[in-house]
């Protein structure tokens, strides 16, 4: 067996994988900006870094190969990608010598028109399928990235090269990819990260479907929506992001004045403290996105990249995480933070607005807003409420802020951020520390389904 060692982003429900290549060399595959995982992982292993392995051009991170290649590993992307910094790239079914081992390109264009998968062979025997985002744990990756007139296209292509290229392979074939739950790229899937041919034959809804048009009906069926940085990052990995070197930033901190200074000059001001922190106290008009797994995701879907950020902690919070997840979906203008967080504002003699938390169930009264995802709500609400998804809650801020609002999600986080968002249109709102299966448990009623 090839030694082959997992690295689960759980935040955007990634996976990269790091490849013993069994002399002494490794190879890591769709790396994240932050390498550190994958030089630890390396010296312990005895390993020297010498392949960044592309399987497409990523839309919901940063791409790492930029970084690998400072310490001396080659990057290996598809040629179709056309990326603009030194790289191998590799036409589809082109072999490399890893030395050893092989490396076999499979074209599988779909989730993006240059996609490839990678498949490893040991003489003439397959060991692994770097899929990417063609076959999934139970499902696919979705086609509607590139645009409104290329997803069905991208998706019959998708559909031909999973017939005919992937599922051509043995049965017992472990698979690998890159997207998995809890990643906006996936189309709805299972909790696993990794599966076999043989697995996905027999048990994955779509490689069931008995013919193309049915493939395509039941993929776009399962395509929800996804955060707006999507849309730029295929381009920032194409161009090549800036190479920190194992050195990123480090907030700096700001006095109350220079803090201020900096929003009244159009900075984002954004409070990344725990949602019964934000509720107790927060700097009026402060975003609300709990520093957390996800962070970088809602960051990304509601605040513009090329604004300067300055942020609110508390002195418990990991700064270099916050970092870590700014920049892993390329945001780069970090201003810096609050220097002694609220307690200096407060003692500043600044301004301060507070959000009412609701954690009785059953005192959850109408107008109730739920900004989960559709599938979420559909899967089970609490009957009345209405659907704004968060992504889609600075549209609608203006007319939701006209009358006092509960708002409600899964636990609360996403909840105390569209709470925000409303405060900032001159709306009050409530958050609600739960979620509908609270509710439902707590009165004693069943939830209604459906969207």
């Not at 890159?178 to 299972?190: N, Q």
């Not at 004045?257 to 001001?269: I, K, M, N, S």
């Not at 609300?288 to 090329?306: E, K, M, N, T, Y």
Request: charged share 20%; glycine share 12%; hydrophobic share 40%.
């Amino acid at each position: 067996m090839v030694p082959i060692t997992p690295f689960v982003d759980e935040g955007l429900g990634n996976s990269s994988y790091l490849v013993d290549l069994g002399d002494g060399r490794g190879l890591v595959v769709d790396p994240t900006r932050d390498i550190t995982e994958y030089v630890r992982a390396a010296e312990t292993q005895g390993l020297r870094l010498v392949y960044s392995l592309e399987t497409h051009l990523h839309a919901d991170f940063v791409s790492g190969s930029r970084e690998l290649a400072r310490l001396g590993a080659t990057v290996l992307v598809p040629r179709a990608g056309r990326h603009a910094f030194p790289h191998r790239g590799l036409l589809d079914s082109e072999e490399l010598d890893l030395g050893g081992l092989t490396l076999r390109t499979i074209g599988t264009p779909g989730h993006t028109p240059e996609h490839v998968g990678y498949l490893l062979l040991d003489g003439s025997r397959a060991v692994a399928l770097f899929s990417g985002g063609a076959l999934l744990v139970g499902s696919v990756a979705r086609t509607d990235l590139i645009s409104p007139d290329q997803t069905v296209p991208l998706a019959r292509r998708l559909y031909r090269a999973l017939r005919y290229r992937i599922l051509a392979l043995p049965d017992e074939l472990p698979v690998y990819p890159t997207h998995g739950a809890g990643s906006f790229c996936s189309a709805p899937g299972g909790g696993e990260r990794t599966t076999t041919i043989g697995r996905e034959r027999t048990t994955n809804p779509l490689l069931a479907a008995p013919d193309e048009e049915t493939f395509v009906r039941r993929l776009m069926a399962g395509l929800g929506t996804y955060p707006d940085y999507f849309l730029r990052l295929r381009d920032v990995n194409r161009v090549g992001p800036a190479v920190y070197g194992g050195e990123p930033p480090v907030l700096r901190g700001l006095a109350p004045d220079e803090f201020e200074t900096a929003v009244r000059d159009g900075a984002e001001l954004i409070d990344v403290r725990p949602i019964q922190a934000f509720a107790a106290g927060h700097i009026p008009g402060a975003l609300s996105i709990a520093l957390r797994g996800s962070f970088a995701s809602w960051l990304g879907w509601l605040v513009d990249a090329d604004r300067e950020l300055v942020f609110v902690l508390d002195e418990r919070q990991d700064r270099a995480e916050l970092v870590r997840q700014a920049l892993k979906v390329g945001y780069e203008n970090l201003a810096g933070e609050l220097s002694g967080g609220m307690s200096a504002w407060r003692s500043a003699g600044r301004p301060e607005a507070s959000t009412a938390l609701v954690r009785d169930p059953t005192a959850l009264r109408g107008p109730i807003l739920d900004v989960r995802q559709t599938d979420e709500y559909a899967a089970g609400h609490v009957p009345g409420a209405a659907l704004v998804e968060l992504g889609s809650v600075p549209v609608h801020a203006g007319n939701l802020a006209t009358e006092p609002t509960t708002v409600m999600c899964g636990h609360g986080e996403r909840a105390a951020t569209a709470a925000s968002l409303l405060e900032r249109a001159g709306g009050s709102a409530g958050v609600f520390v739960g979620g509908a299966e609270d509710w439902s448990r707590a009165v004693g009623r069943p939830l209604a389904t459906g969207a």
